[in-house]
């Protein structure tokens, strides 16, 4: 038997080799196949993506929480600032008066002497 050099590509005689159909088959179901999965991924991804999504508003919510709690305590705060220095410069001026009072009691009185 002699083959002819052009027909030595030629292996659709072969024994085991798909014909043209069912690879063109085989094909097709791996596109299927494939177009599946993406499906599944895409169905996948817009879940996370609405997990993402809820998980943003609820993050937004506390947040707003948050701020409108330190806006209160700090308010807060400020207040008490003002009565600590409030306080403060009364102490300062009870003290003057104070030491003027003592400074006083001190001229008034006599010294004791301690003899020994």
Known sequence: MTVDPL???DTSDWLGCPT???TITHYKLMLENEVQELNLQL???RENIFGLVKMYDEASVQRDEAMSNLREQSGQLAKVR???YDLG???RGYKREADQLR???NTLTPQTKTII
Do not use: N, P, V
Request: aromatic share 0%.
């Open 7 to 9: 027909d030595i590509e």
């Open 20 to 22: 043209e159909l069912e």
């Open 43 to 45: 169905r996948t991804a």
């Open 82 to 84: 003002k009565e600590l």
């Open 89 to 91: 410069i009364s102490a």
């Open 103 to 105: 400074g006083m009691l």
